[in-house]
T-cell receptor, first 113, second 114 residues
Framework: AQSVTQLDSHVSVSEGTPVLLRCNYS??????LFWYVQHPNKGLQLLLK??????LVKGINGFEAEFKKSETSFHLTKPSAHMSDAAEYFC???????????FGTGTRLKVLA | DGGITQSPKYLFRKEGQNVTLSCEQN?????MYWYRQDPGQGLRLIYY???????QKGDIAEGYSVSREKKESFPLTVTSAQKNPTAFYLC?????????????FGQGTRLTVV
């Protein structure tokens, strides 16, 4: 069965410093993985998705994630945090052979001035 | 512009009352979903539909009902049987099954019991 674990419920960084949001997955098959961002009282916006074409995936707003099969991880990074990055981030795995998605419990990113 | 429209943005329900949340998409997606979001719990699947006139229960379907009479529309009714309906509700859609097909989300409806 597929599952996803976000290792930190809250992360605080200073503006201009790197961001690391951690996600581990469990999947019997080669997974489809996504990162979404949600600003307060808004819907979810796709940041990036793992397509299996490349292990390093680049997304919008300077974010990227690296798929590491040996570590079953798909961590989200950004070299330099901006105040506008403050939001909640969700790691998502799609359930193979179905339309279903499984969401992590989210990581709330706080960016300090 | 293509997208998913949820209405209303805010909804207030009295005890014992049924309410219906609207979700419309013009992305020509076959699959549509309803999720409930509570603080610290991520998103939990209520119902999903892969095709018109067909839908399946998700993980927390009790107290909810849906219909899928048109491809574009997937309304969710929160019935009086739902004991704790106060939450943020998100509708989503996706293209037919395939690898790496992401879900697209509406802006959500915040339901509060008064």
């Amino acid at each position: 069965a597929q599952s996803v674990t976000q290792l930190d419920s809250h992360v605080s960084v200073s503006e201009g410093t790197p961001v690391l949001l951690r996600c581990n997955y469990s999947s019997s098959y080669s997974p489809s993985l996504f990162w979404y961002v949600q600003h307060p009282n808004k819907g979810l916006q796709l940041l990036l998705k793992y397509t299996s074409a490349a292990t390093l995936v680049k997304g919008i707003n300077g974010f990227e994630a690296e798929f590491k099969k040996s570590e079953t991880s798909f961590h989200l990074t950004k070299p330099s945090a901006h105040m506008s990055d403050a939001a909640e981030y969700f790691c998502v795995v799609s359930v193979s052979g179905t339309y279903k998605y499984i969401f992590g419990t989210g990581t709330r990113l706080k960016v300090l001035a | 512009d293509g997208g998913i429209t949820q209405s209303p943005k805010y909804l207030f329900r009295k005890e014992g009352q049924n309410v219906t949340l609207s979700c419309e998409q013009n992305l020509n997606h076959d699959a549509m979903y309803w999720y409930r979001q509570d603080p610290g719990q991520g998103l939990r699947l209520i119902y999903y539909s892969q095709i018109v006139n067909d839908f399946q229960k998700g993980d927390i379907a009790e107290g909810y009902s849906v219909s899928r009479e048109k491809k574009e529309s997937f309304p969710l009714t929160v019935t009086s049987a739902q004991k704790n309906p106060t939450a943020f509700y998100l509708c989503a859609s996706s293209i037919p099954r395939g690898r790496n097909t992401e879900a697209f989300f509406g802006q959500g409806t915040r339901l509060t019991v008064v």
